[in-house]
C-alpha cells in the first residue's frame, strides 16, 4: 500500500527560523508598543490590530523584507561585501536608539545560535555591531536552502507574533483576540512580503512616525515591562 513520505526540510527550517522558541531574546522587546499603550493610542484589540498592520505595512514590509532579499542574495553570492554594506545600511535606518541596541542584540544572539549549530560562516558576525537580525535571519534561509519568498514571509510572521504576544501582555488581552489579530495579520502577510521584495533600492525606507516616537519615548518611561 502506497503512503505519502512527509519530506519538507525547507518548510521545517523555516518553522525553526520562525518559531518563537528561537531564544535570541525577541521577546523582550515592544518596538513602540508599550509607550503606545501608555499613551492612550493602544487601548483594545482593535486599536492593537491597527497598530500592528500600520507599523507591518509601513515597517518591515519597507525596509526589513527589501534588505533581507538583498542579505539573502548576497549571501548566495559568497558577496561579503554586500552582507556588509546592507547590514550598515538597515542599522543606520534605524529611528531611535532602542530600535538599534534591539537590532544589535538580536543580530549578535543569533550568530552565536547559528556558529553554535554549526553554521561557520556566522561566527565572524558575533562581534560586528551592525549585523541585525536579518543579516543572520538572511544567512540561516540561505544555509538551510529556504527559498527567498518563505523567508521573507517567515520574517514578517514571526514580527506579526511577537508584537501580537506584547499587545496581549500590554493591553492586556486574551488568548482568543491574540488568536484574531493574527488570523487578520495572515491574510496581510503575503502581500506585505510580496511588496517589500518588489522594490527597488531607492524605494526602501520606513515611514512609521509614531512607531519612531513611542520607541524614543519607551527609552525613559518609567515603568515598563518591556527592554528599553
Same mark, same amino acid.
Given at each position: 500500500?502506497? /503512503? ?19 531564544? #535570541? ?47 539573502? $542574495? ?7 561585501? +554586500? ?15 532602542? *530600535? +538599534? ?11 552565536? *545560535? ?8 556566522? $561566527?565572524?558576525?558575533?562581534? #560586528? ?49 491574540? +488568536?484574531?489579530? *493574527? ?27 509614531? *512607531? ?8 525613559? +518611561?518609567? /515603568? ?5
Amino acid at each position: 500500500m502506497a /503512503t505519502d513520505r512527509l519530506d519538507h526540510p525547507g518548510l521545517l527550517r523555516l518553522l525553526q527560523l520562525a518559531s518563537p522558541m528561537l531564544p #535570541v531574546g525577541a521577546y523582550a522587546y515592544s518596538q513602540g508598543l508599550e509607550w503606545a499603550v501608555e499613551s492612550g493610542w493602544v487601548r483594545d484589540e482593535a486599536s492593537a490590530a491597527g497598530w500592528i498592520g500600520g507599523v507591518l505595512g509601513q515597517g518591515p514590509a519597507r525596509l526589513e523584507v527589501p534588505v533581507l532579499a538583498r542579505l539573502y $542574495r548576497a549571501w548566495v553570492n559568497d558577496d561579503l561585501a +554586500q552582507v556588509h554594506y546592507w547590514s550598515r545600511t538597515l542599522d543606520a535606518a534605524r529611528e531611535s536608539g532602542e *530600535l +538599534q541596541a534591539e537590532a544589535h542584540q538580536l543580530g549578535e544572539s543569533l550568530a552565536v *545560535l547559528l556558529t553554535q549549530l554549526g553554521i561557520e560562516a556566522a $561566527r565572524d558576525w558575533k562581534e #560586528v555591531e551592525y549585523a541585525g537580525f536579518p543579516t543572520l535571519f538572511a544567512l540561516a534561509a540561505v544555509h538551510y536552502r529556504v527559498p527567498l519568498p518563505e523567508a521573507a514571509l517567515g520574517f514578517l510572521w514571526a514580527w506579526c507574533e511577537n508584537q501580537v504576544a506584547a499587545a496581549m501582555k500590554l493591553v492586556p488581552l486574551g488568548q482568543a483576540a491574540g +488568536q484574531r489579530m *493574527l488570523s487578520t495579520l495572515i491574510g496581510e502577510l503575503p502581500a506585505a512580503a510580496e511588496h517589500g521584495l518588489a522594490l527597488t533600492d531607492d524605494e526602501i525606507g520606513v515611514l512609521a512616525p509614531r *512607531l519612531a516616537i513611542g520607541s524614543a519615548r519607551h527609552e525613559t +518611561q518609567y /515603568t515598563r515591562l518591556f527592554r528599553s
